[in-house]
């Protein structure tokens, strides 16, 4: 059995995962960490895990944590992490990272869009950036995996055949997506209360959210040229899944046969990627680690337009998260998921 | 016109009562006062009234909002009302109080359910229990006005004809209501966040709600003895709404006709009653002032059902602090709300 | 592994079943009939299933399914269960049935509420009502389960110990329950569109919902008398979740300890359900088979108030269907549900 | 007072239209008609306006309607009004046809798109494209009102300056909106269950979508040159509301002073447009006639990123109607809308 940890273990992506790993044959929750409410039961705070998981929360401890645990997933705000992991960390536990820290491979990159110091630049080299689908091999040996954000995992697994295999023009995308709510996190804050978030929809950030840089990273090195995109996010009242739509210019001679398959090709064997004839819906995969894929071409304006759902929750955080763990751990990538 | 200020305009039933106020001919909005949000334009917190309301939000100092107004609302925390407002003030001007503070004629009972002292313990002879319905002459003549909690409006229309009518057993009344989620205020905790509160329902406050003495004291008054009751508030997933679900052992020999009688009688000329053979939604009332009551009689239990619907925004709070104002000030009670 | 079929299996409760078979570890699903739907692909239906449940759906013929099935799950509309399930098809197979038809013991009162004949009264007397945690021994030895509905899951289990130990007078029940929209079932109404729904509560069946005499008939056997109770069912805008808010008069000398006992020791080791110290909400219950009973004593009035909430379609329909075929079957009752 | 009828009366925009017009002080509604509910008191189908509006509906003749009303709304399916609109009903009587059938100019390009027979083409050339901010001079000598699409007229109004001024490229246009289920209408579908929308998103009609050349008509008459742009609804559980998230890249040279001047230029003196610094949402225009507008100038991409929002029953619809009528008759434009 895997002895896992969480630290952070009270917001949704923390608790998501100890839903998850309740579920896994072959890994056992540990330690809880969180720094608020130390000393309390995790069930009093989820009574939806009474009788399941009723362990007492400690302290956000990282080396407590690493003492007892073969692997700890962090699920923080950013740049807490940044300044906890350490070199001595690694060498006694493996580190999942839930947060931002150590997803962008350049910290000026990541400084600018953060607009905080990176505290942990020498590990950025050795981190990997946990999207299994692209990564798969250098998760397998990683001592440390930085698993992506929600927006960015949909963004990229929608548009990644598509540059991969250069069928579209790299300066013509653009990504609109929709999350849940859970995704702004458990914060009290009057932005996502009830009365202001239900029967309404926005966009938010628009030209300046932080997944932007991720998704152009992992989508240039895809490329292998520089990919500047336009990324819109919006909240919409549900509370889990994010639907991205996509939109790319397709190079001439491009058509539906290429399109099918670049996809088919790249992910036809993935245990998680749904290739779907009908356009992708969130309720599809709300609970589950599936990302369902659905495209259309557009012949009257020469554009591909490419629906992705997933569950931000599962795929999006804690399910790949675990997903990262099976990998690191050499189980089946299904193993707890399906 | 009237010039009407309100303090407390940044909650939920503040801004209502800005929105009602705007569209009303005969008044006009002078002040605004909020602890917190001094010197804001209010269509900054509420874009909704952008180019309608922009007025900059004062202080909270009362005597400030008296001297410029006819009438001043106060939307507040319950313990604030009963100690900032006096005979000074109601010399200068008239009060509706939202909150709870002059609702109550005993002081006792109010420390007792509410714990907190109660400041204004002379100024509560004076004040009239603002339920239009019931006490409209009575408030034509008032200067301090305790509009009443929203559900407690519902719940006192539900059964008052039935006890004013001794028709039912005022021992066996149960009224158990749902209410939307902008009741529980804009502040900003945890419980009311968008993901803890759509998808699900719940009870709270069961046998201890604060609008339980308040239901009391006004179906005491009408049956003529002690009534006591059991009430218990249900959170739903809407914004706003409120509906009262209403249970009372009818007395032998009672049925349908003596029960639609007494609705008839009692509510016949009210402008924002509607009796309705169709049994109520919240929807058909939303952002009116309208109470729609409907009622079936159970033979089998020998149980009369009355189910209620209003807006808690509207006829809960700021409608009705609208409809006691046009009383007041000798207005047709209609004006500014159908 | 258990063999198992669905008849009916595209409505909100059969292909909840569905879902929950492909998790169970002991069972397999081989048969799919709807009769509207024959000839396509269930994951055409529901997509979720992609890759999951990819089974041509068969013609609703009860024969055929008991040729290759261990089990038949019947997810029907009332009225056709009892009068295709017969002795011949009970000696090839095991029924599970999910409608109304062999709940009721009295074809009479089955009659005059559902207001339709009943085809099967000759199998009435060997059908067993399947709430397992009161009738768990009759069903171990059963070819014919009837099970339960899911407001009646709800509200006999809230209330079966207060009747069994005499705790409370049986003629001052009130039960109040409030209903996620999938208890509606997926026939295109009006009624049920999102528009209509979202955003308001209604009560509806006031005094004449069909769930009344079913409760009524396991609450008089557990008290050993005639009890009649007044139950008003609710529409609440949430996919899935049923809260029963349950009221009665506690007899003289009752109070909180012997409530409190007499709830632990009816439902101590019960797997599914938990007693709880806060009040039940339905989110914490969603997706699995726990039935969450809170409950509070109310001194001023001598009445209890019990508040439980179950997912209407696991314990409230295909969770309790496979807890009782695993009682059938022999397995642990809790394989495949938690 | 103008008499007015509304043909199609019961449908979400029908009945919207009952609701602004029971409100406006110049107009008085003297006909409703229904295809399927003749005979029916209005109010009982729409328990919201009873003792406001009780008349009882009529067939949907359009010649009665002519007969008793200075103008006639239709809220009809397309491919209805284009056969019952005739010049004799014109020289009786105005019309406001809130369907489809005389928005496009091109009577094959309408039947390429909705595929069916258009059976009114000589009217064609003097009906006039009711989007008031666009052809106000033409809307007031009109006999035939063809009033915009909901998505349409907030696409529009979005992109309307910029192409106007020649300030992007007509050829980037992508315009990626989300739709409230109002918009889908009121008929009893599978797909508009609540079970069916509520907790998900999804895209629909991804390059296929009617309202796509309607918002090529208009902006290709602002731009003086083809515009040819992909549009793509999304479904988002709310019951009213479309925000479009329109992107377009800037011609060089162009930035944010360009933009600004150009929105404020086109829409300086409109009533119901408003120019927002903060990120338009659809709650700030929930039942109101706005039209909120605000955009970002993303400098890494070089696009602009036009968010708008309005309430697609009001002036997607029923608002956008009266605000024609308004027009049509002479009356100041806010009248019953402010």
Known sequence: MIKAGIIGATGYA???LVGLLLKHPGAEVVFLGSSSQAGTRFSDIYPRYLNQCDLVLSDSVLEDAAKVCDVVFLALPHGIASGSVTSDILEKTRIIDLGADFRLKDADVYESWYKVVHKGRALLPEAVYGLCEIHRDEIKKARLVANPGCYTTCSILSLYPLL?????????LVVDALS???????????ANLFCEVNESVKAYGVATHRHTPEIEQELSLAAGREVVLSFTPHLVP???GILATCYAKLLPGIGEDEVASAYAECYGGEPFIRLSGALSETRNVQGTNFVDISMRIDGRTGRVVVVTAIDNLVKGAAGQAVQNMNILFG????????
């Open 238 to 240: 549900i509370n889990r």
């Open 164 to 172: 991969k295999r250069h069928l579209v023009d790299p300066l013509t």
């Open 180 to 190: 849940g709510v859970s995704g702004a996190g458990r914060g009290a804050k009057v």
């Open 331 to 338: 189980l089946d990538e299904r193993t707890g998921l399906i």
């Open 14 to 16: 923390g608790s998501e």
